[in-house]
């Protein structure tokens, strides 16, 4: 069955960084535009980043342009985020989603000092 689990989530000091990974089976991952979502505490799920199939398209949301990079590993069947100069307002529980269906069981991320 599909299955895509986050991790790299953790508690960073604001400026900090991490990189989140989500590892997916159960599909052809290579002909799939992969997402990633966040949703703070009391607010709704947001896009974050898309990468399509072949990486050729990559869109961020503008509060985390130039901050966040998304990637994949079409070998690996794993999607990534990097993410550089966290904030505060980066806190909340990302997830990653394949095509319009699936979607993994989040992780934790939490920016404070």
């Known amino acids: 069955q599909v299955q895509l689990v986050e991790s790299g989530g953790g508690l960073v000091q604001p400026g900090g960084s991490l990189r989140l990974s989500c590892a997916a089976s159960?599909?052809?991952?290579?002909?799939?535009?992969m997402y990633w979502y966040r949703q703070a505490p009391g607010k709704e799920r947001e896009l974050v980043a898309l990468i399509s199939s072949a990486s050729l398209l990559r869109n961020y949301a503008d509060s985390v342009k130039g901050r966040f990079t998304v990637s994949r590993d079409n070998r690996r069947n794993t999607v990534y985020l990097q993410m550089n100069s966290l904030q505060p307002e980066d806190t909340g529980v990302y997830y990653c989603?394949?095509?319009?269906?699936?979607w993994g069981q989040g992780t934790q991320v939490t920016v404070s000092s």
């Open positions: 989603r394949a095509g319009t269906a699936w």
């Open positions: 159960g599909f052809s991952f290579s002909t799939v535009t």
